[in-house]
């Protein structure tokens, strides 16, 4: 099996940054790509950002120019800096894994960890 475990989260002022980190661990074979999603009260969960194994990336329009994902293959764990945030950025972010096992591939999530945007 593969877990994710974030980190990162918490409560911020307009304008503030925060970094979220998210490691996989277990039987991995390889990460194909890991990316964010973020879930807002009353709204369906949202892909803000991905980055494959190949180090390309793709960003929502919402997060573009704001956020950065990267990523530490050697410590298989993605990061996520987002800065100037805004109110409309609380939610609950996850962390998304497609992860080759010696079992074939699978979509791995993480548990969510909260943000909270303060205007």
């Known amino acids: 099996q593969v877990q994710l475990v974030e980190s990162g989260g918490g409560l911020v002022q307009a304008g503030g940054s925060l970094r979220l980190s998210c490691a996989a661990s277990g039987s991995i074979f390889s990460i194909n790509a890991m990316g964010w999603y973020r879930q807002a009260p009353g709204k369906q969960r949202e892909l803000i950002v991905t980055?494959?194994?190949?180090?390309?990336?793709n960003y929502a329009d919402s997060v573009k120019g704001r956020f950065t994902i990267s990523r530490d293959n050697a410590k298989n764990t993605v990061y996520l800096q987002m800065n100037s945030l805004k109110p409309e950025d609380t939610a609950v972010y996850y962390c998304?894994?497609?992860?080759?096992?010696?079992?074939?591939?699978?979509?791995?999530w993480g548990q969510g960890t909260q943000v909270t945007v303060s205007s």
């Open positions: 980055i494959i194994s190949g180090g390309s990336t």
């Open positions: 998304n894994a497609v992860v080759a096992t010696v079992g074939g591939t699978g979509k791995f």
